[in-house]
């Protein structure tokens, strides 16, 4: 996946970094939610982790911007406070999910296994409802031409006879 990973603390950008390029996702930073925003402008991503609590823009104002713009994108919250107020504003706004400093990488792990799956998933689904409303179209146009074959022997009538059998 494409990784968007905005944090102030360098240490935190480059350890999770190095973590998440170990598995194989390719991994771009910035150091707060206004840098992150032009980076979505030239790197599209499919994930943001983000720190809550940065200078220019924090990570709530980062997952408001992101919601209206890029609704596809999914957002991973991070804080080392004990903010519940963020946590909520976090799930009201549309986050994925917060998770609370320090975690451990394997936490990081698991959520993005879960986002893959889920758009796996999503990605299933709509490939099922593509080929359902195909079926649908295909039946619609088999039945009206049914209907017109009808209509048509309806308005000429059939008057094909049957060969007397010998008798």
């Known amino acids: 996946m494409n990784v968007l990973l905005v944090d102030d603390e360098p ?3 480059r350890e999770l970094g190095e973590f998440l390029r170990e598995l194989n996702h390719t991994v771009v930073t910035a150091r707060n939610g206004e840098e992150a925003i032009a980076r979505l402008d030239r790197d599209p991503v499919e994930v943001i982790i983000s720190d809550v609590r940065m200078p220019v823009l924090s990570g709530t104002g980062l997952l408001q911007y992101v919601s209206q713009r890029f609704p596809s994108v999914v957002v991973i919250l991070m804080t080392g406070y004990q903010d519940l107020d963020s946590a909520v504003a976090a799930v009201r706004y549309g986050a994925y999910d917060f998770i609370r400093k320090p975690f451990k990488l ?5 959520r993005l296994d879960n986002i893959a799956e889920r758009q796996r998933l999503e990605r299933q689904l709509k490939e099922e409802e593509a ?3 195909r079926a649908e179209r295909l039946h619609s146009w088999a039945s009206s031409r049914r209907d017109h074959a009808r209509d048509q022997q309806s308005q000429h009538g059939d008057h094909r006879q049957c060969p007397a059998s010998p008798g």
């Open 131 to 133: 080929k359902r409303r």
């Open 106 to 110: 394997a936490e990081i792990r698991i």
């Open 11 to 13: 240490t935190i950008l």
